[in-house]
């Protein structure tokens, strides 16, 4: 019965906070004021870029790993190109997103080498105890491992990775978030108390092409 009873609880504990309130929650607006779409394809872009920089670029590329095997890939940045499009979604059925929703991030306009989704997922933490956000992997994707995207600033965006937690001691679940964030060898990833604030930009279809470095 206690195997029963702590995902239930987990589920339970995940949606009441992720689950947006009146008072918290708030469209996600893109660089043109529009509120993102689910399952929309958008640029996720820094909010801050170097003066030589123009307003569109910075934006998100794959990266293989250094044996150049296809699979998984790391998500790198490009100061001077608008990257890869990407899409947002929520499993509820909303045609808006708003924040404090558990979202889904996936690159679906690429072509690589690898032929897995491309979903984003946090690994495990390595040697370095760096954990990467990565793509090309089935996961596993627990209902209780979500992102979620949260305010910073107007139309400025902070991107959390959470999950529930469990006291051996208590029993007692609890949310645990990490900001989604460029750590030092230029990868994304996971790192407390360092936010990296985002803006979102929307895609204009042109054609599936590859952005793997």
């Known amino acids: 019965m206690a195997s029963f009873l702590f995902p239930t609880a987990a589920i339970t504990l995940l949606l009441l906070v992720l689950s947006p309130s009146p008072s918290v929650a708030g469209p996600i607006l893109d660089v043109d004021g529009d509120i993102l779409q689910n399952g929309g394809d958008y640029y996720i872009l820094p909010a801050f870029r170097p003066l030589i920089s123009s307003a569109e670029e910075g934006g998100l590329r794959l ?31 909303i045609p808006i997103l708003t924040t404090s929703f558990p979202i889904i991030f996936s690159f679906d306009k690429v072509s690589t080498t690898c032929n897995k989704p491309l979903r984003w997922w946090v690994a495990p933490s390595d040697a370095n105890n760096n954990s990467y956000v990565i793509v090309g992997t089935k996961g596993p994707f627990k ?66 092409a590859s952005y793997v470095d």
């Not at 150049?68 to 899409?87: A, E, H």
């Not at 937690?165 to 900001?179: G, L, N, P, Y």
Request: charged share 25%.
């Open 143 to 208: 209902p209780t491992y979500v992102f979620n995207i949260k305010e910073a600033g107007k139309d400025v965006y902070n991107i959390k990775f959470c999950h529930i937690t469990e006291s051996d001691i208590f029993r007692v679940s609890a949310m645990d978030c990490k900001d989604v964030t460029l750590l030092d060898d230029g990868k994304l990833g996971v790192a407390e108390n360092s936010p990296f604030p985002f803006v979102f930009k929307k895609y204009s279809p042109k054609k599936i």
């Open 63 to 93: 990266t293989p790993a250094e044996d150049s095997s296809p699979c998984p890939l790391f998500i790198t940045n490009s100061w001077t190109k608008r990257g890869l499009p990407v899409k947002i979604s929520t499993l509820y059925f």
